[in-house]
């Protein structure tokens, strides 16, 4: 079973920068094209970054351009999520998801393309 786990979480100030981690194991990471999801409470989950297999293409909401960064370690089987100049509008538990990708190109926006999700890391930013 193909395993998803999130850290690098926390409370943070307006302003201030946090990265995020996802580990994969029990799976090909080579294989997979992978997103990074956020929910708020009472709030849909929403589309943040998106990243395809080879890593050289990259997808970001508007809200989030030009203050974080999707990346790919394919040597650890890890992703990061790096987020500057974070905004109280932010606070969410943020979701790394993966699912295998046919070509090295694909990326994917829709939370219903992917096959695995992680438990989700808080981030809190305050004002």
């Known amino acids: 079973q193909v395993q998803l786990v999130e850290s690098g979480g926390g409370l943070v100030q307006a302003g201030g920068s946090l990265r995020l981690f996802c580990a994969v194991s029990?799976?090909?990471?080579?294989?997979?094209?992978q997103g990074w999801f956020r929910q708020a409470p009472g709030k849909e989950r929403e589309f943040v970054a998106s990243?395809?297999?080879?890593?050289?293409?990259?997808q970001y909401t508007d809200a989030v351009k030009g203050r974080f960064t999707i990346s790919r370690n394919a040597a650890e089987n890890t992703m990061h999520l790096q987020m500057y100049n974070l905004k109280p509008e932010d606070t969410a538990v943020y979701f790394c998801?993966?699912?295998?990708?046919?070509?090295?190109?694909?990326?994917?926006?829709?939370?219903?393309?992917?096959?695995?999700w992680g438990q989700g890391t808080q981030v809190t930013v305050s004002s």
């Open positions: 990243i395809s297999r080879s890593g050289d293409f990259t």
């Open positions: 998801a993966a699912r295998v990708a046919r070509r090295s190109h694909d990326y994917y926006n829709n939370p219903t393309s992917y096959e695995f």
């Open positions: 029990g799976g090909a990471f080579s294989s997979y094209a």
